[in-house]
Protein backbone atom coordinates (compact mmCIF):
# COMPACT_ATOMS: atom_id res chain seq x y z
CA UNK A 1 0.00 0.00 0.00
CA UNK A 2 1.48 3.30 -1.02
CA UNK A 3 0.74 6.67 1.20
CA UNK A 4 -0.83 8.11 -1.67
CA UNK A 5 -3.74 5.66 -1.73
CA UNK A 6 -6.54 5.61 0.34
CA UNK A 7 -7.05 3.07 2.51
CA UNK A 8 -9.72 0.41 1.89
CA UNK A 9 -13.21 0.73 2.99
CA UNK A 10 -13.44 -1.37 5.40
CA UNK A 11 -10.99 -0.04 7.37
CA UNK A 12 -12.96 3.36 7.92
CA UNK A 13 -15.45 1.30 9.79
CA UNK A 14 -13.34 -0.55 12.26
CA UNK A 15 -13.72 0.62 15.82
CA UNK A 16 -16.68 3.11 14.16
CA UNK A 17 -19.10 1.76 16.52
CA UNK A 18 -20.15 4.30 19.22
CA UNK A 19 -20.40 1.59 22.13
CA UNK A 20 -16.85 -0.15 21.09
CA UNK A 21 -15.36 0.36 24.27
CA UNK A 22 -18.51 -1.01 26.89
CA UNK A 23 -19.07 -4.24 28.12
CA UNK A 24 -19.92 -6.95 25.77
CA UNK A 25 -22.27 -8.83 28.46
CA UNK A 26 -23.85 -7.47 31.44
CA UNK A 27 -22.19 -9.67 34.11
CA UNK A 28 -18.14 -9.28 32.57
CA UNK A 29 -17.43 -6.97 35.69
CA UNK A 30 -18.89 -9.73 37.68
CA UNK A 31 -16.73 -12.27 36.11
CA UNK A 32 -13.36 -9.83 35.46
CA UNK A 33 -13.89 -9.40 39.49
CA UNK A 34 -13.93 -13.21 40.13
CA UNK A 35 -10.99 -14.16 37.79
CA UNK A 36 -8.57 -11.31 38.92
CA UNK A 37 -9.97 -9.71 41.86
CA UNK A 38 -11.12 -6.37 42.03
CA UNK A 39 -9.71 -3.32 39.61
CA UNK A 40 -6.79 -1.07 40.71
CA UNK A 41 -7.71 3.29 41.07
CA UNK A 42 -7.48 2.86 37.21
CA UNK A 43 -9.97 0.45 36.39
CA UNK A 44 -7.14 -2.35 35.41
CA UNK A 45 -7.52 -5.52 36.73
CA UNK A 46 -4.22 -6.32 37.79
CA UNK A 47 -5.04 -10.20 38.24
CA UNK A 48 -4.22 -10.28 42.26
CA UNK A 49 -7.22 -12.43 43.02
CA UNK A 50 -8.12 -15.68 44.43
CA UNK A 51 -5.88 -18.17 42.68
Known sequence: ???SAPPP???Q???AHP???QP???DEQDILQ???GPP?????YRGEGPQ
Open 19 to 21: AVD
Open 24 to 26: GHP
Open 40 to 44: DAAGI
Open 13 to 15: RVD
Open 1 to 3: MTG
Open 9 to 11: DWQ
Open 34 to 36: RLY
